[in-house]
């Protein structure tokens, strides 16, 4: 026996589409066997009817009527079709109500988590109290990999949610400064960092036991090119300048904040978040350091933008944030 197969809009029998609507049709019409007074119903043109019930007579293999006294009636085949018609229909029918109920009650997130963490923590916390406060509700959380942690991926939508990492500059003693942000992106504060340094085997520095600043003088910091590692570049040059050591700032463009660890080349280095972790930092051939003059603090900050979220991503936000707040206290 045939079976048929919902996918996508359609009902497929034999690898061959079923339209939906046409079903509908042929309920229709079969409650007066009269294409005129069916066709009003449906507001169709009558040869529109007659063409569609003929294409499911076509897809069935058997006709659907039989003529008897000059008045139509069901062949014994249409009878059977007409029962799986309804059922086809109704399912179909429940199945659009049952998907948009869940689509208002549920919504996917997409989260920059630079590999931190206190910050997976956080989210799989929030997950959990979210699920236990929210039942009748559903969120997917989806980790992107790649450069979204910076305001650009968030205002652009590449991701819903993402760390944000704001260097302090040296002159402002290591306070927490406000950052600025464009009008549709929100943000709350996570957690204080640290930064990091790395380089790569290549570098003269890789072997050496204890990294001074003085050591690094002259040395390119390579960074990715969003904004807040431009500015990223700007602070960490800051740092190295109190301590009478010179650092030029390359921001490069790149798929993967990792791919900057296999880039540098020679007198090269860059900057890493604290307690971020990654198959590659733990490569023999990448070194994890800090200077021994100073440590560079971060603040580290949760963006959104808040006019891509529906209700649902907008609670699970709020239990983010009230849990980012107990973990920082």
């Not at 689509?103 to 206190?118: H, M, R, Y």
């Not at 406000?178 to 290549?202: A, D, H, I, K, L």
């Amino acid at each position: 026996m045939e079976r048929f197969v919902y996918s996508g809009s359609r009902w497929w029998r034999g690898g061959k589409p079923l339209e939906t609507a046409y079903l509908h049709e042929y309920i229709t019409f079969s409650r007066s066997l009269n294409f005129a007074q069916a066709a009003t119903e449906l507001f169709v043109s009558q040869p529109t009817l007659r063409a569609h019930i003929h294409a499911l007579e076509d897809e069935v293999g058997a006709a659907l009527t039989v003529k008897r006294n000059g008045a139509l009636e069901l062949s014994p085949t249409g009878k059977l079709f007409l029962k799986k018609a309804r059922a086809i229909v109704k399912l179909t029918e429940e199945s659009v109500a049952e998907c948009r109920a869940f689509s208002a009650a549920s919504s996917s997130l997409v989260v920059g988590t630079l590999d931190f963490p206190p910050f997976e923590d956080v989210l799989l916390r929030a997950l959990a109290a979210f699920r236990e406060d929210c039942p009748d509700q559903h969120v997917e959380i989806l980790f992107a990999s790649g450069t979204y942690a910076n305001v650009e991926s968030v205002v652009d939508g590449r991701v819903d949610l993402s760390i944000f990492v704001h260097v302090q500059r040296c002159e402002n003693g290591g306070v927490p400064q406000p950052v600025t942000m464009p009008r549709q992106v929100s943000s709350f504060f996570f957690m204080r960092g640290e930064c990091r340094f790395w380089m790569n085997r290549s570098c003269p520095l890789f072997e050496r036991a204890h990294i001074s600043a003085r050591d690094l003088d002259g040395y390119t910091l390579l960074l990715g090119n969003s904004d807040n590692m431009v500015e990223a570049g700007e602070a960490v040059a800051s740092w190295f300048a109190q301590a009478g050591v010179q650092v030029e700032p390359d921001n490069q463009p790149c798929a993967n904040y990792l791919d900057l660890y296999l880039s540098g080349l020679g007198e090269t280095f860059g900057i890493a978040l604290g307690g971020s972790r990654s198959g590659l930092r733990t490569s023999p051939d990448i070194r994890i350091f800090t200077v021994e003059d100073f440590v560079i603090p971060c603040d580290l900050h949760v963006l959104s933008n808040e006019e891509r979220l529906d209700s649902c991503g907008q609670a699970f936000l709020e239990r983010l944030q009230t849990l980012a707040r107990e973990s920082d206290a």
